[in-house]
């Protein structure tokens, strides 16, 4: 089956320096709240969720599983995954990039093909290329500018890196954006992913004894 299915969405979304939380009826959106806030999504981020009111009867709560920052990924997925438990619901996530693809190709008619490039860690970026029905064509990767540069050729570049990118590449579109948990419906009929984090990269920190 595709897509999560049911009538009644709570969306959050905290992988990214935005922070974002929508409740979604039948596919409409009843309420939304979304900051760019940095830092601070563990503060933020449940009193945001009750901002949007009643919940009512939530039958998902479905959760932004990164790539990202590693706090702001773990924060969203633990209050997932806790709210989920107490209202007896399932609990869904979804890619950042697939997320921010799917927003730059809504508000942008121009692109067939566009490379959503977001700020990973230590000074390297998260890329991914994508077609307009919002297939991946290649792997998600971190990776250092020096090799994003010579593998990506795309002209329009979206996500939270994508000015820089381009300002540092020295060409191309950029369509700067984060992820919205506001913009769920853009993405609703894609597989649901697992609760779990996508990191991408390998932990930084290793146990005694652990091959590098």
């Excluded at 979304?13 to 935005?18: F, I, L, M």
């Excluded at 760019?36 to 709560?61: F, T």
């Excluded at 209202?87 to 490379?115: K, N, Q, W």
């Amino acid at each position: 089956a595709r897509g999560a299915g049911g009538l009644r969405k709570l969306v959050i979304d905290s992988a990214t320096a935005a922070c974002s939380a929508a409740l979604f009826e039948k596919g409409e959106c009843l309420a939304s709240r979304s900051e760019l806030i940095g830092r601070g999504h563990a503060e933020r981020l449940v009193p945001m969720i009750g901002e949007l009111g009643e919940l009512g009867e939530i039958d998902g709560v479905i959760t932004d599983i990164g790539p990202g920052s590693f706090t702001g990924v773990r924060i969203g997925i633990s209050v997932a995954r806790a709210l989920a438990f107490a209202l007896g619901t399932e609990c869904h996530g979804y890619s950042a990039v697939s997320m921010m693809a799917a927003m730059a190709f809504a508000d942008d008619d121009r692109p067939d093909e566009i490379a959503v490039i977001s700020i990973g860690g230590h000074g390297e970026y998260f890329v991914q290329r994508f077609d307009r029905s919002l297939r991946a064509l290649d792997a998600l990767r971190s990776v250092p500018f020096e090799e994003a540069a010579r593998d990506i050729v795309t002209q329009y570049i979206a996500g939270d890196a994508a000015d820089e990118f381009v300002a540092r590449r020295g060409g191309g579109t950029a369509i700067d954006l984060v992820p919205d948990a506001a913009r769920w419906p853009l993405i609703a009929a894609l597989e649901p992913l697992a609760p779990s984090p996508l990191y991408v990269r390998g932990p930084d920190a290793r146990l005694p004894g652990t091959a590098l």
